[in-house]
């Protein structure tokens, strides 16, 4: 089946430095990638819409500039949290949408947990 | 603007019985809709899905229904096992031909008695 594989699966950080997490597609090409964010007890969040090969397609309210997305290539996706703050902490998933006939179901990568202190 | 709703936060039934978990819409553009399960600390788990030109879809113990005219889905699990304790997501494609972003409900958190 379809595979998104997500890393790390936990992160701490001090204030005001960066992480990075990844999503990859272990056995299928995603041209199309999504991160979401999940706060304890709610729903997840669209974040963004990562592209291979262009920029990225932020949801209203979301800085661009604090959540970097890199998409370079079709099986990765990176979202870097840049000068990470307290409020940042929270659970980021990533999916993918694996080709029709694969269940069309969209897959989602395990999660990670950012907590910056 | 909450485009999909679980309106219940929580849902207890008995092991064996049917679980009913709903789920209401208000964007008449959803074309596709989906269930997952979910873990704490873990991504979702696809379970079942929906387009729009049916009104049920089955896969094993899960059924999914749609009810266009409402704007309401619904996933029954029969029966229903204590492995199946975890919360529940609906979500919904927010484009024909489908670009892929999902809108999800808050969730139903469910638990089977044993």
């Known amino acids: 089946g379809a595979v998104v594989s997500q890393h790390p699966s936990w992160v701490i950080c001090k204030s005001g430095t960066s992480v990075k997490i990844e999503c990859r597609s272990l056995d299928f090409q995603a041209t199309t990638m999504f991160w979401y964010r999940q706060f304890p007890k709610q729903s997840l969040m669209l974040m963004a819409t990562s592209n291979e090969g262009s920029k990225a397609t932020y949801e209203q309210g979301v800085e661009k500039d604090k959540f970097l997305i890199n998409h370079a290539s079709l099986t990765l996706s990176t979202l870097t949290v840049t000068s990470a703050h307290p409020e940042d902490s929270s659970f980021y998933i990533c999916?993918?949408?694996?080709?029709?006939?694969?269940?069309?179901?969209?897959?989602f990568g395990s999660g990670t947990r950012l907590t910056v202190v | 603007d909450q485009q999909v709703k679980q309106n219940s936060p929580s849902l207890s039934v008995q092991e064996g019985r049917i679980s009913i978990l709903n789920c209401d819409y208000t964007?008449?553009?959803?074309?596709?809709f989906l269930w997952y399960k979910k873990y704490p600390a873990e991504g979702p788990t696809f379970l079942i899905s929906?387009?729009?030109?049916?009104d049920k879809n089955e896969d094993g113990r899960f059924t999914v229904f749609l009810n266009k005219s409402a704007k309401h889905l619904s996933l029954h699990i029969v029966p229903s096992q204590p492995g199946d304790s975890a919360v529940y997501f609906c979500a919904a494609s927010e484009y024909p031909g489908n670009t892929g972003k999902l809108i999800f409900g808050q969730g139903t958190t469910l638990q089977v008695k044993p």
């Open positions: 929906i387009s729009s030109i049916k």
């Open positions: 964007n008449s553009m959803f074309d596709y």
């Open positions: 999916s993918a949408r694996p080709p029709q006939g694969a269940g069309y179901g969209y897959t």
